[in-house]
C-alpha cells in the first residue's frame, strides 16, 4: 500500500490548518492516504475549538512577541509551538486504517510516533486519550476530528521544549500557583532531544517518523507534492477562516 508523504519545512500557522483542512476535505477524491509533517513560522499558539482565545492566551505578549495566535478545528487545549515536528495523517473512515472507536484509533495512529521514537532510541508508551510518554512524561499530544466520512488527525513531537516560555503566554487561572503549575508541568513534559541526551534535527526526526508510519501501517509513503486543487482550496481556507478574528474570538 502506498501512501502520499508530504514533507513540509516551516509553513504560516494559518496555512498549516488550512492546508490539514484542505487535506481532509480532498481525501475521498485524492484516492489514498496522505501523511504530512511541518513546522510553524512564525511561532505559534493554537487553541482548541471549544477554547477560547480571551481566556486562555496572553495575546497582548504573543502580538509583541510576533507569535500568531490560530484556533484549530480539532478540539484540545492550547499548544505553543516552536521546536518540534508536527504531523497531520488523513485517510477515509472505512478504509480500515484505522479503527472506528475514537480511542482505538488514537492508538493505532500514535503507534506511528511510537515506531519511530523506537528509531531515535526512544521507547515511547501511548496513554489514553491522546498522549505519548516517554519514561513517564509527555512528548506528544494528539487531536483528531471526523469529517465527510474522513478522519484527521494531527499532533505535535517536542524536540525540544520551554515550558517557561510557554506559560509567559498562556494565561493561568490562579496566579498565586502559576510558579508550581510551572514547576509541575516540568516534571510532566519532556521532549525529544531532553531524552536522548542529544540534538536531533528536524529532519532527522521526520525520517524516523516517516519510517515509523511506514512499519505501522506496513505501506510505503512517496513523496507527492499538494495538488494545484489541493493548494487553491488551503490558500482559500486560510483567508476565509482560520485568518479571519471571527474565527479565532468565536468564544
Same mark, same amino acid.
Given at each position: $500500500?502506498? =501512501?502520499? =508523504?508530504?514533507?513540509?519545512?516551516?509553513?504560516? *500557522?494559518? $496555512?498549516? $490548518?488550512?492546508?490539514?483542512?484542505? @487535506?481532509?476535505?480532498n481525501c475521498l477524491a485524492y484516492g489514498k492516504p496522505t501523511v504530512r509533517f511541518y513546522r510553524w513560522k512564525p511561532r505559534a499558539v493554537t487553541i482548541g475549538y471549544f477554547q477560547s482565545l480571551e481566556q486562555e492566551v496572553d495575546t497582548a505578549k504573543c502580538?509583541?512577541?510576533?507569535?500568531?495566535?490560530?484556533?484549530?478545528s480539532t478540539g484540545g487545549g492550547a499548544v505553543y509551538h516552536d521546536s518540534e515536528l508536527t504531523y497531520s495523517f488523513v485517510c477515509p473512515l472505512d478504509s480500515g486504517l484505522v479503527p472506528k472507536n475514537i480511542l482505538d484509533s488514537y492508538r493505532k495512529v500514535c503507534g506511528a510516533l511510537v515506531h519511530g521514537l523506537r528509531e531515535l532510541g526512544l521507547q515511547a508508551a501511548?496513554? *489514553?486519550?491522546?498522549? @505519548?510518554?516517554?519514561?513517564?512524561?509527555?512528548?506528544?499530544?494528539?487531536?483528531?476530528?471526523?469529517?465527510?466520512?474522513?478522519? &484527521?488527525?494531527?499532533?505535535?513531537? &517536542?524536540? +525540544?521544549?520551554?515550558?517557561?516560555? $510557554? =506559560?509567559?503566554?498562556?494565561?493561568?487561572?490562579?496566579?498565586?500557583? /502559576? +510558579?508550581?503549575?510551572?514547576?509541575?508541568?516540568?516534571? /510532566?513534559v519532556t521532549s525529544v532531544n531532553q531524552e536522548a541526551g542529544k540534538k536531533y534535527s528536524y529532519f532527522e526526526v521526520a525520517a524516523a517518523?516517516?519510517?515509523g508510519f511506514e512499519e505501522n501501517f506496513h505501506?510505503?509513503?512517496?513523496?507527492?507534492? &499538494?495538488?494545484?486543487?489541493?493548494?487553491?482550496?488551503a490558500e482559500k481556507i486560510a483567508v476565509e477562516k482560520f485568518l479571519k478574528p471571527d474565527w479565532t474570538r468565536m468564544r
Open positions: $500500500m502506498e =501512501f502520499r =508523504f508530504i514533507l513540509d519545512d516551516y509553513v504560516k *500557522p494559518a $496555512m498549516n $490548518m488550512a492546508i490539514d483542512e484542505a @487535506l481532509l476535505k502580538a509583541a512577541e510576533g507569535i500568531d495566535c490560530i484556533r484549530r501511548f496513554v *489514553p486519550l491522546n498522549d @505519548l510518554i516517554v519514561n513517564g512524561r509527555k512528548v506528544s499530544g494528539n487531536a483528531q476530528t471526523r469529517k465527510e466520512k474522513t478522519i &484527521l488527525q494531527h499532533g505535535t513531537l &517536542l524536540i +525540544d521544549v520551554d515550558v517557561d516560555k $510557554m =506559560f509567559s503566554l498562556l494565561k493561568v487561572p490562579n496566579e498565586k500557583i /502559576r +510558579d508550581k503549575l510551572i514547576s509541575d508541568v516540568k516534571q /510532566r517518523i516517516r519510517k505501506a510505503r509513503l512517496v513523496e507527492e507534492p &499538494l495538488t494545484p486543487e489541493e493548494r487553491q482550496l
